[in-house]
């Protein structure tokens, strides 16, 4: 299980369209609006949970976590619960051992001009407030990643859960690739030996 978490326009679909062009077996999933109700909420929650451990799968947000960000930074309440978001990340940690890839901007004031230049905004008084509002789920997310940094600590020493952190920005993509080739290799080895793999200018490519 990979899952691939950030704010709006960090990188998350970028990413996974390399890493699925590498490995078309591994299922995509991607959760896009937020839930609508507490139910809905739930449901995503608990969907987490069921999938299988032992097929190879990428998540385009993580509920437990883009949940807790953007219901805490744009409609101050979570859905269902913060409580029942936390449990069932610990939950998912324990049953899946997934490999973390938070993709965040080099800091909150170029993650802030990214959005402006991805989106425009107009006229002044809209684009201040979009930028508070981004600027509080940029922060959201670090406070997350430093979370799921300590859940997964325990882990890390027995080289099983990991997290890493992909910067569109200023970090070569490769580097992160890398980190996730490594952990299809050990956790699905037939997977990683289904293609081959070479670097060519500092980027990965599946040999033809």
């Not at 409580?83 to 610990?90: F, G, R, S, V």
């Not at 290799?185 to 670097?199: A, C, D, R, T, Y």
Request: one cysteine or more.
């Amino acid at each position: 299980m990979i899952v691939v978490e950030g704010p709006d326009g960090s990188g998350k679909t970028t990413l996974i369209k390399r890493v699925l062009a590498l490995y078309p077996a591994i299922e995509y999933v991607r959760f896009g609006r937020p839930p609508e109700d507490n139910a809905e909420g739930q449901r995503r929650l608990d969907w987490m949970l069921s999938f299988d451990p032992d097929k190879p799968t990428i998540l385009d947000r993580c509920p437990a976590i883009s949940e807790r960000v953007y219901g805490k930074s744009i409609r101050k309440s979570v859905r269902p619960s913060d409580e029942a978001c936390y449990k069932t990340l610990l939950k998912f940690i324990a049953k899946h051992d997934p490999l973390f890839i938070f993709t965040m901007p080099p800091n909150r004031y170029e993650a802030v001009a990214m959005s402006e230049e991805r989106k425009e905004w107009k006229p002044d008084d809209f684009k201040k407030s979009v930028r508070q509002v981004y600027y509080r789920i940029v922060r959201a997310y670090e406070e997350e990643h430093r979370l799921v940094s300590r859940l997964v600590a325990p882990r890390l020493s027995m080289n099983r859960t990991r997290i890493d952190v992909y910067d569109m920005q200023n970090a070569r993509p490769w580097n992160t690739l890398m980190t996730i080739i490594r952990y299809i290799g050990e956790k699905f080895p037939w997977l990683w030996h289904s293609i081959g793999v070479f670097l060519q200018n500092g980027e990965i490519n599946a040999k033809e």
